[in-house]
């Protein structure tokens, strides 16, 4: 098995604060890509490779042989599928609820034990660590680059202004209003729909939008948020040149928080350069 010069043979210890079926995992997982890859002349070398990490990452030889021993037994005589067992699979019904946890070496079990006899089915996290507290690896793309953004993009010659949602970079949507502006075909010819409202008071009143000054009022977590979050730009800000027959649809449940989110909108520029 080819490992690269930079490998360190360096997996969950023995020693970790994790369940057993992780760590057993190691052995297996080894075990099996050697049985699976490995050419029969090579595969005993690989077999004490394997054997030799385990090693090394603190696992006590009697787990290492016995799982060894239980892959090599499960290779050799693949378990067959059998119409009893098939159907036993299909009479397994699925937990009514998941829940993930955070491990702990000796209240976990007891839990798990307990909630099962709810059928809730536990899968194991690992808690938040001080890595997660104090280190940010990732850097935040510029704003324009920023996806699942409500943005803001006024005319030059009247006071109105559009407020957009787009679940792509902003740069990416505001090149597609600039186009329909530009090639002034602000309506989709098939469906009549309109395809760029900015677009379409530029041709139909002769203004001109102010594309460089588009500013992101705010990014959503994540795509589902952009709905509501356009729905309350709009109700708040009362945008003149969105159409309201486009504007997304939300219950009116959201009333009272729509104002709420409008004010946490902190208006920066896009950065476009039209
Ligand atoms: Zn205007």
Redesign the pocket.
Known sequence: MYRKPTHTNLYVKYTSCTTNASKNSVIRSLTRRAYDICSPQHLDTELQTVRDICSLNGFPPQRIDSIMTEVRRKFLNPPQLTLASFNRQLQTTAPSLTLSLPFHPTVSKPIKRILQQHDVKITHSSGTTLQNILTKTKTSPPPHLTPNAIYETP????N?FYDGQTYRPVTKRMEEHERCYRLNNAIDEDTGNIKSALAH??ST?G?IIDWNETRILTSTRTRAHLDLTEHAAIQVRKPT?NRVDRAPRCSQLWNPILPKIAASFKPRPAGMNF
């Open positions: 005319c030059k010659d009247c109105g008071h530029a009143s203004h040149i």
